[in-house]
């Protein structure tokens, strides 16, 4: 047989593939990708896809290329050959083992959530390896999107320097006079405008800033803060999809071409996803009210034990913390050793003398408003002046490079840049110290995640899920199958964002729907598809602990402080709200397309 190419070659022909018709037909269905055939001439490179299937018998495979040059110069030529053992199917089933081998070590705990990450990111580079098909380390490294690690290295160092000014703790009293000593008039504020930011700003940049105010609140109320900062990144994941710049998601969609050609652009996106997301608040603060109800807020201890305690855990985590590479290292470990024992046993003399009693909701918050205030002050104004500028400039690009994508500056280098320059204006004398309170763990976590779901998309797990549903779709009948679409598309983003990242699945969904949308025998339009994605790939997020980037930072954050939570806290609070909100978007979807038929 033999093909042309008009290349800067007269013609090239690939003839005498040595195999019989039979072995052809047998070994279709047992086909990944097609062999390809690489040429290089004049530093263009082109490929020749051959429309037959690798056959993966033992018997040899010859192929003869034939190049007619033009002129009589050397042209170089490159070909590859790769055997891939393994059928889509037996792909998919091992990436399936493979993520829920990941999820059994974080939901029991077996171990840290950063080594299960890891595990599983190496177990399915294995699994590539064993089909054939082994990324190169090189390959492997640009999976990781260093985008999303540089904002995170970046905020942390903005939020461990501006910490030292005092201000999350002054933040804290001003809200606890706020709501008048009140819990939930509280909790409702904060949740709100952590919904208002994350609309406007990065998910992940809205919980580096409020969860250390969170936390130093709920001290001063004598709080669980683990209650309260899910509530809040939930609905920092939920005001993230209101707008076209939230959330990942929505900006891969605003972002694509054929999109855009479709009618779907930051205007129209943001109007529609905007009212959605409204309703979904709405309903969402008394459904939080009702989780919430038989759960106790407050400690049961007193504020001194609850104090007591926290200061042992963290004294504890800094002794372990230190390696004992030298004699004084290692005597500095022994004394802070020796003070949380000491601690241990006052904390023991204080138990046996409390007696146990739920706290109330404070009736002399006034009287507290001016002892609070004594405790909790600005402690350097001069550093809380270069920390606000620094910052201001920092959200004002992120506002910029939200509206103005020609400024070609992405929010990885804007966060860099500014925590350059806020090093540089403070004048830290120890830089150790600022770089203990990185959170390494999770720049680590992330790092692997970015692997381990890049894997998974190579074997064929994430293509699957999309193929699965256009097939689901297709099999409906043609008066309901509008409506089925976007349920389906809605409840399988929003269950597949909670358990992988929802920016390859995105990714990969937009182009299976707009073929969908292309098919003649389907007859679907593009944008309630689009939508539904969006909806459920932006609430999908609350399912899990790591179902969304600001819940991960929002753990690692709270952990750094001594009130980790672990993967089922998160699941019992997170699940139920993703539900009820996915279920309010749903019938925004079909009130406003099928029932009063907008055309979008």
Not at 58 to 83: E, G, K, N, R, Y
Not at 484 to 512: C, H, K, R, Y
């Amino acid at each position: 047989m033999g093909q042309k190419a008009d290349y800067p070659f007269e013609h090239v022909e690939v003839i005498n593939y040595t195999w019989m018709v039979y072995q052809y037909t047998q070994s279709l269905q047992r086909y990944r990708r097609p062999s390809q055939l690489t040429m290089i001439s004049n530093q263009q490179r082109h490929c020749l896809h051959d429309s037959l299937s690798i056959c993966l018998r033992s018997d040899p495979i010859v192929v003869t290329v034939q190049a007619f040059l033009q002129d009589d110069s050397i042209v170089p030529l490159s070909m590859t050959h790769q055997s891939l053992y393994v059928t889509a199917e037996r792909q998919v089933v091992i990436a399936a083992v493979i993520l829920g081998g990941v999820y059994v070590l974080i939901i029991f705990e077996i171990v840290h959530r950063t080594l299960a990450a890891m595990l599983g990111s190496l177990a399915a580079l294995a699994a590539l390896a064993m089909i054939g098909d082994r990324p190169s380390l090189s390959t492997v490294v640009e999976w990781i999107d260093y985008e999303t690690l540089a904002l995170l290295f970046g905020m942390m160092i903005l939020v461990a320097i501006f910490s030292e000014t005092g201000f999350f703790d002054y933040c804290a009293v001003k809200a606890y006079q706020l709501s008048r000593g009140k819990v939930w008039p509280m909790i409702i504020i904060l949740c709100l405008i952590a919904a208002i930011l994350s609309a406007f700003l990065d998910n992940v940049t809205t919980m580096m800033l409020f969860t250390p105010v969170t936390i130093r609140l709920c001290e001063v109320l004598n709080l669980d803060p683990r209650h309260v900062l899910i509530a809040e990144v939930i609905f920092t994941n939920i005001g993230g999809a209101a707008t076209a710049v939230g959330d990942p998601p929505n900006v891969i969609i605003v972002s694509n071409q054929d999109l855009r050609k479709s009618g779907i652009d930051f205007a129209s996106f943001t109007g529609y996803m905007f009212l959605g997301i409204c309703l979904v608040l709405l309903t969402s603060f008394p459904f939080l009210r009702l989780l919430y109800w038989n759960k106790k807020l407050y400690n049961k201890e007193s504020s001194e034990i609850v104090e007591l305690r926290h200061e042992i855990r963290v004294w504890r985590q800094t002794a372990q913390r230190i390696s004992p590479a030298s004699r004084e290292e290692t005597a500095v470990k022994c004394l802070l050793m020796q003070k949380v024992l000491n601690l241990e046993s006052v904390l023991r003399k204080q138990l046996k003398t409390f007696q146990r009693q739920i706290s109330q909701e404070d009736k002399n918050w006034e009287n507290n408003i001016q002892e609070l205030h004594k405790k909790n002050r600005i402690t350097d104004r001069v550093l809380l002046v270069k920390c606000l500028s620094v910052l201001g400039v920092v959200i004002f690009m992120f506002f910029l490079n939200s509206f103005v994508p020609s400024i070609h500056l992405e929010l990885g280098w804007i966060a860099i840049f500014g925590a350059l320059w806020l090093l540089v204006l403070a004048d830290i004398q120890d830089f150790e110290i600022i770089l203990h309170r990185v959170e390494w763990a999770t720049l680590l976590f992330f790092a692997a995640l970015f692997v381990l779901m890049e894997a998974l998309a190579q074997l064929q797990l994430i293509d699957y899920i999309g193929v699965q549903t256009a097939l689901l779709i297709k099999a409906v009948p043609e008066e309901q199958r509008l409506a089925m679409a976007i349920i389906l598309v809605m409840w399988v983003s929003a269950l597949a964002s909670s358990l992988i990242d929802n920016i390859p699945f995105t990714a990969t969904m937009i182009p299976v729907l707009i073929n969908l949308s292309q098919d003649a025998d389907v007859n679907l339009p593009i944008k309630p598809l689009i939508f539904a994605l969006a909806m459920g790939a932006c609430l999908g997020g609350n399912g899990t602990l790591i179902g969304a980037s600001a819940n991960v930072v929002c753990a690692g954050i709270a952990e750094q402080h001594g009130y980790g939570f672990s993967f089922m806290e998160f699941f019992r609070l997170g699940f139920p709200m993703m539900l009820m909100t996915c279920t309010v978007g749903m019938c925004y979807l079909l009130a406003t397309i099928i029932g009063l038929g907008w055309t979008l």
